[in-house]
């Protein structure tokens, strides 16, 4: 009984205990008014928080001390960092403000400034733990930044300080640092070894970049771990369940952090269990993803990344890493073209790389690696043809839909000040003059751009001014051609002026409809189509004026000529034919070259026993032939594309009965003056005879005077 009635008074006193204690915490005028019962004891709690010598902080102002107030008026007067005095109303003050402890960064800011400098100096670890312990333990890097920058550390000094001070930091594990600004910077919670704070920063990180770049800290900073055997397997591990679940995402990444990982068991002798997965693995399985997956890694990562390649592939491994190096970026391909070269095997790359120049298959990444390389590493594949093979690599990528890939290419003619004229000095006096006027013609460059890149190309080749000047214009600008190569270019132009311009400025209409141009991708794709077409169409224009059509026919076979048939022989007992033809009538599969081409330039003028020296193009080697005949080009021995006429014959061959329809067409030698004409003939027994190679139907071999 007697325990139940102590409980009883107790709880009857409790209350008035409470409530005493809470008047003695608050101001002695607050507290009046809370006895008297004028205010609630919840607003005199809340209006001693501004009591003069309180401390508080506003949005706008920032913090300050409370130096005096009136409750009869309602009034508060403030000392803020940026203006002293500052009266205010008393119902806006416990509306807008939040009150501070004495102790919170932002109060000592006010009375103990010059003791917070003196901290930034001895221990900025223990300043920015203050300052985030103010901030709930978390504030973004602005906020942070500024409560420091300008009060506590100089403007002038503060990217230096917090420079020392985010290593200081990162050393003691205290305090996070994000990555991005975005992010917040954060004290820990609760007490860590530095290799617990490794692991956690390993394990919260989401972004894959980012844990890589944890795991490579933990790598430099395996002296924190007491105990690896015993902390490392669970590394491991989780590095092994990150990399399988990010495989087909994040290629690049993975095979980043498994570098990693095998980097730190190698230096601390922890070996990794046979069931993990392995570099080689990833190398092998996802062979054709590799090379782009890693463009964004550093050159040593992908040079410890293409180093896996003999161990994955064994045997092949040259043709392995010989069949990603167009994809391989700039920086991979310097990487790769060191493996070759300390495995011995450069000379391989740089067969692949001239068939492929030859080809014009070669990326521009790959490209640009052989331009910065030209006087180093690729001093034996920077040609005359790697000049060539940018420009189609920047028209290619000019007309096709999508963002440019080729800037870079682009910009790098402008900025290396000599690397045109290293390319022009490797060309003859030809091939120079056709690369200075497919660069002034190139859709690629605008107008002064185009003028001071050719001021570089005359200034190495000084023949080739007059592509700028206009100036003595000679007959080596005149360009011979057949009469089908002629046409096909004059039909190309008559399809570009009567429909596909005409259906471009439709484009342009339509897509400018659609409004704001700035983002309007359908504009900026019909605008660049519309730059191609009349680039074009002056280059065609500017062609078939300087064109001369011919047949080839009375050509003098006493030397190579243009319009011969030429047949090489070799010491081996080898053969090969080839016909040397107009500007435009290069066909590979008929072993027709241009008198235009490096193999016609080099074969003109050559007699019968001459030796000549041709590059196969598919070894990029120079082979010594030997010329052994030369006939005239007669088209109908050779192409299937020619008309014949059907004249009267002995011959036993039977013809069903038929007639020929011909077009009045004449078509006449240059050399003997002669001209056949065409009509309509009735035949039952016919044997064919050669004809002109311009589009006719059939001609009756009558010959007869001009």
């Not at 915490?25 to 004891?41: Q, S, W």
């Not at 901030?135 to 230096?160: R, S, Y």
């Amino acid at each position: 009984m007697k325990n139940t009635q102590n409980v009883l008074e107790a709880a009857l006193i409790l209350p008035f205990v409470r409530k005493a204690l809470s008047l003695r915490r608050m101001h002695p005028d607050v507290a009046k008014l809370v006895e008297a019962g004028r205010i609630t004891a919840a607003v005199g709690q809340r209006l001693s928080q501004v009591a003069p010598g309180s401390y508080l902080v506003s949005k706008s102002w920032g913090a300050g001390k409370v130096v005096s107030w009136s409750l009869r008026d309602k009034i508060v007067v403030i000392d803020f960092a940026e203006k002293t005095g500052q009266e205010m109303d008393l119902q806006f003050v416990l509306q807008k403000t939040e009150s501070l402890q004495p102790d919170d960064f932002r109060a000592r800011k006010l009375e103990q400034i010059e003791e917070l400098r003196a901290l930034a100096k001895s221990d900025p670890v223990e300043l920015a733990a203050h300052l985030l312990i103010s901030h709930n333990n978390a504030m973004t890097l602005d906020a942070f930044e500024k409560e420091l920058n300008g009060p506590v550390i100089p403007t002038a000094d503060f990217k230096k300080w917090w420079d020392n001070a985010k290593k200081a930091i990162t050393a003691s594990k205290r305090i996070i640092i994000p990555t991005r600004r975005t992010e917040l910077i954060s004290l820990r919670a609760g007490e860590m070894t530095p290799a617990q704070a490794l692991i956690d920063d390993f394990e919260a990180a989401r972004d894959l970049k980012i844990k890589a770049k944890f795991l490579e800290t933990i790598a430099n900073e395996i002296h924190h771990f007491s105990d690896v055997n015993e902390s490392l397997p669970s590394l491991y591990a989780s590095v092994e369940t990150t990399c399988r679940a990010a495989m087909k995402l994040n290629l690049g990444h993975v095979l980043e952090l498994l570098l990693i990982r095998d980097q730190i068991a190698k230096a601390t002798g922890v070996e990794l269990p046979t069931d993990l997965t392995k570099v080689t693995d990833f190398v092998r399985s996802e062979y054709n993803r590799v090379s782009e997956a890693i463009t964004t890694l550093s050159a040593a990562r992908q040079r410890e990344i293409y180093d896996a390649f003999p161990a994955a592939f064994g045997a092949n491994w040259v043709d392995k890493l010989m069949g990603i190096v167009e994809k391989a970026g700039a920086r991979g391909m310097g990487e790769i073209a060191k493996i070759f070269d300390a495995r011995d095997e450069l000379g391989a790359l740089e067969d692949y790389l001239r068939r492929a120049i030859t080809r014009r298959s070669l990326g521009h990444e790959a490209l640009m690696w052989i331009c910065r390389e030209r006087k180093m590493m690729a001093a034996n594949v920077f040609t005359a043809d790697v000049g060539a093979a940018i420009l189609n690599q920047l028209e290619t990528d000019f007309i096709a839909d999508g963002a440019r890939k080729t800037q870079r290419l682009q910009a790098m003619l402008g900025e290396d000040k000599e690397l045109l004229g290293d390319m022009v000095n490797l060309m003859d006096t030809n091939e120079a003059r056709n690369f200075g006027r497919r660069l002034m013609e190139c859709p690629c460059f605008n107008e002064l751009d185009k003028k001071s890149l050719m001021a570089r190309v005359i200034r190495a080749r000084p023949e080739t001014e007059t592509l700028v000047s206009g100036e003595e214009k000679s007959k080596d600008d005149e360009l011979l051609v057949s009469w089908d190569s002629l046409e096909a270019r004059r039909a190309e132009l008559d399809e570009l002026v009567s429909q596909r311009i005409p259906q471009n400025r439709e484009d342009v209409k339509i897509a400018r409809s659609y409004g704001d141009l700035r983002e309007n991708f359908e504009y900026k794709s019909a605008k660049d189509m519309e730059k191609y077409l009349n680039s074009r169409r002056r280059e065609l224009e500017r062609e078939i004026a300087r064109a001369r059509g011919t047949d080839f026919k009375g050509v003098d076979t006493s030397v190579i000529n243009i319009g011969t048939i030429v047949t090489l022989s070799n010491t081996s007992g080898g053969s090969y034919t080839i016909s040397v033809l107009g500007a435009w009538d290069s066909a590979p599969d008929k072993n027709w070259v241009s008198y235009l081409s490096e193999a016609g330039a080099g074969l003109l003028h050559k007699k019968i026993g001459d030796t000549v020296e041709l590059r196969d193009h598919e070894t990029e080697q120079k082979v010594f032939w030997t010329v052994a005949a030369i006939e005239p080009f007669t088209p109908w021995k050779t192409s299937t594309r020619n008309c014949c006429i059907f004249a009267s014959s002995v011959l036993p061959l039977p013809f069903s009965s038929m007639s020929l329809m011909a077009n009045r067409f004449p078509f006449t030698s240059t050399n003997t003056g002669l001209r056949a004409n065409a009509r309509r003939i009735p035949c039952t027994r016919s044997a064919i005879a050669p004809a002109s190679n311009r589009n006719c139907h059939a001609f009756l071999s009558i010959v007869s005077p001009p």
